[in-house]
């Protein structure tokens, strides 16, 4: 949880790292307690599209989730590519700023779904 990327703040901006924090504690993911989170695939099913599914770990709470994935041909191996999906960050007990949990936040509420995406890269 080390690695949280915040890309759509210039990286130079003092306000890209303050967010950076911000996610990291215990508003959110809190990165001290909670250092990783993990994905166990269960099943990948094979079609006119890839679909992966498995078990999603975040803050030592498991959920099963389903995503597609594009598999590309390296000269050196293989790339896996998630297409970008959205998680609902409540199911991990990150409650901060939830319309779900607070009513009275008016238009100062965050958004309960954050987007994932990733690449993997298998070499020979």
């Given at each position: 949880?080390?690695?949280?990327?915040?890309?759509?703040?210039?990286?130079?901006?003092?306000?890209?790292?303050k967010?950076?924090?911000?996610?990291?504690?215990?508003?959110?993911?809190?990165?001290?307690?909670?250092?990783?989170?993990?994905?166990?695939?269960?099943e990948?099913?094979?079609?006119?599209?890839?679909l992966?599914?498995g078990?999603?770990?975040?803050?030592?709470?498991?959920?099963?989730i389903?995503?597609?994935v594009?598999?590309?041909?390296?000269?050196?191996?293989?790339?896996?590519?998630?297409?970008?999906?959205?998680?609902?960050?409540?199911e991990?007990?990150?409650?901060?700023?939830?319309?779900?949990?607070?009513?009275?936040?008016?238009?100062?509420?965050?958004?309960?779904?954050?987007?994932?995406?990733?690449?993997?890269?298998?070499?020979?």
């Open positions: 949880m080390n690695s949280i990327v915040v890309l759509d703040i210039p990286a130079d901006d003092e306000y890209n790292a967010l950076v924090g911000h996610l990291k504690n215990g508003d959110f993911f809190d990165v001290e307690n909670n250092p990783t989170a993990t994905f166990q695939i269960k990948v099913v094979n079609g006119d599209t890839t992966v599914k078990d999603l770990t975040i803050k030592g709470i498991t959920k099963t389903e995503f597609l594009t598999l590309v041909q390296t000269e050196t191996g293989i790339e896996l590519i998630g297409d970008a999906f959205k998680i609902d960050r409540t991990y007990n990150i409650q901060y700023k939830s319309q779900k949990f607070f009513d009275d936040l008016k238009d100062k509420f965050i958004d309960d779904a954050f987007e994932i995406s990733f690449k993997v890269s298998a070499t020979k």
